[in-house]
């Protein structure tokens, strides 16, 4: 995540997600998750549900547990008071549960008849790695401000860090390459935004990001991102655009599409990675809509963000170090991605 520009200190994360805060006391939080607790279960299951069939496999959940609340004033000054969430289901990845097994979730379609044409064939998926590994040298020009319809932004900011130092931006890149492997392999074109390296030692600026989804005609464009809130606040969120309009920007065509698609993604997100849901933010649901995002605002193809986790916890950060995590992260985004496309 990262949407400011200081230097990708472990000291120095943020995130501002305007669904935040719902409550400012801490006196109320007590009731507060009394009272969204039924609410978080039910979004859920909900997510479960419109992942696929086989979502729904109790040896692959564990029972929800209360949220553990994080105290104000962390690391992080923003995160800190950011209100900690209402329930969300365990981790089984947390306690170390093996990765469920079974056929992706809401794709593949085993009872085609032979001869029957590949939905896969011929669609296009833009990644978009979030950040850049080299913003951090390059502050000048990620801090010019760019036109997203419907503001003015950073044309692109450094992403945060594990408080090991593992950069957002290299973890971005790992998971898009992964990502990229197992969706060509089931014959989809894809693009990248940017491949970082010396022929772009910073940026794409966000606009630019989603003009490539929208010149490549995308079917589905996912741009990856790790959150950096402060410990204690856990989980992956999928973001949704928000019904947008102003400038170049509307997201008028592309809201409901884009839903689908980030509801496939966390479900089976959720599915291959073990993880549950943001335990901050989305109400336990693992969605979240942003009206403030130029690479959403500014996009006219189906796309979603995806936060994996948070790299300032150190159970999530132990998750997002790991090749072997990050390989069922892109699985789970590939899976969701070739569901939405029918495949
Ligand atoms: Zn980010």
Redesign the pocket.
């Known amino acids: 995540?990262?949407?400011d520009n200081s230097p990708p200190s472990p000291e120095s994360g943020s995130s501002i997600s305007p669904d935040r805060p719902w409550y400012t006391r801490r006196s109320t939080l007590a009731v507060a998750a009394a009272v969204l607790a039924p609410t978080c279960l039910a979004g859920w299951v909900l997510t479960q549900a419109l992942a696929g069939p086989a979502a729904g496999d109790p040896q692959t959940r564990a029972a929800p547990q209360p949220a553990s609340h994080t105290a104000p004033g962390g690391a992080d000054g923003k995160a800190g008071a950011t209100p900690s969430a209402p329930a969300a289901p365990a981790s089984p990845a947390a306690s170390g549960s093996p990765l469920p097994s079974g056929p992706p979730l809401a794709s593949g379609s085993p009872g085609a008849p032979a001869g029957a044409p590949d939905p896969l064939a011929g669609r296009t998926v833009v990644i978009d790695p979030?950040?850049n590994t080299g913003n951090f040298k390059h502050s000048r020009e990620i801090n010019r401000q760019v036109d997203i319809g419907t503001n003015r932004k950073e044309c692109d900011?450094t992403?945060?860090t594990t408080n090991s130092g593992y950069m957002?931006a290299e973890f971005?890149m790992d998971v898009s390459r992964r990502l990229r492997t197992v969706l060509e392999a089931r014959g989809v074109k894809v693009l990248f935004t940017h491949e970082a390296g010396p022929e772009r030692p910073w940026g794409p600026c966000i606009d630019e990001r989603a003009r490539i989804g929208n010149e490549a005609k995308a079917d589905a464009v996912v741009s990856v991102?790790?959150?950096?809130v402060s410990e204690g606040s856990r989980g992956y969120h999928v973001i949704l655009p928000a019904a947008v309009r102003g400038g170049s920007a509307d997201t008028s065509k592309i809201v409901g599409p884009s839903r689908t698609l980030g509801e496939r993604i966390a479900g089976n997100f959720a599915r291959t990675t073990g993880t549950g849901p943001a335990n901050y933010l989305g109400s336990g649901t693992g969605l979240v809509v942003r009206d403030d995002l130029g690479g959403l605002n500014l996009s006219t193809r189906p796309k979603v963000f995806i936060?994996c986790g948070n790299m300032r916890d150190a159970k999530d950060a132990a998750l997002l170090t790991s090749p072997e995590w990050r390989q069922k992260a892109a699985q789970g985004i590939a899976d969701g991605i070739v569901g939405f496309l029918g495949g």
């Open positions: 995540m990262r949407y979030g950040h900011t992403g945060t957002e971005t991102h790790a959150d950096g936060e």
